[in-house]
């Protein structure tokens, strides 16, 4: 078995999108969730890594990928990007809701996305493994890759988002030193400093 880790390509989404689709139900298979298999990536990776690949990372084992790690800089930026370049090119591509997922996931798309700025937190992630890579120790070498990559770009915190019902990933963060910045109605804002 060889596991690698690198930035991903365009050549990749479609498995990332699958990976993404796949962990999106609280880090189970979220399938039945959405009527098309590339919507929830629409959010949540695509944008990600068309927008600065140098801040994201996949894993391969044996070149298929089984896990990424997504995310950026500079929310304000990103976010920026996201509702004035990425949206406006796909919205005609997404427009029917089958699911309640669809619509949540389909109004993002058609209206942008709401966001909050943590100023002394600017970087954020998102993290997905399939089940075949998980308990390989691949969650933390992600993580790892993708914070010493922020200090080398000057950086020193990270945050991101976990729903209150994934307690599997609460617990993973907890490990790797995250901490609760904020609670949400949907979960909780986490932080790390380094």
């Known amino acids: 078995m060889n596991i690698t880790i690198e930035h991903p390509t365009i050549n990749d989404l479609y498995e990332l999108e699958e990976i993404c689709l796949l962990t999106s139900d609280s880090g189970k298979d979220g399938t039945h969730l959405y009527s098309d298999r590339r919507l929830i990536g629409q959010i949540y990776l695509t944008p990600y890594v068309l927008y600065d690949p140098t801040c994201c990372f996949v894993a391969k084992k044996d070149s298929k990928c089984i896990g990424y790690i997504v995310g950026c800089y500079d929310s304000r930026e990103f976010y920026q990007y996201l509702n004035n370049e990425f949206l406006p ?106």
């Open 89 to 194: 090119i796909i919205r005609n591509r997404f427009t029917s809701a089958i699911t309640e997922n669809d619509k949540a996931v389909i109004n993002m798309i058609q209206n942008g996305v709401e966001y909050e700025i943590y100023p002394q937190y600017l970087p954020h992630l998102h993290i997905d493994i399939l089940p075949e890579g998980q308990g390989l120790g691949l969650g933390r070498k992600l993580i790892d890759t993708f914070t010493k990559n922020l200090k080398d770009h000057g950086y020193n915190s990270v945050h991101l988002g976990v729903s209150n019902t994934n307690k599997s990933a609460q617990g993973f963060y907890k490990k790797m030193g995250f901490s609760t910045l904020i609670e949400k109605p949907w979960g909780y804002v986490l932080k790390k400093d380094f």
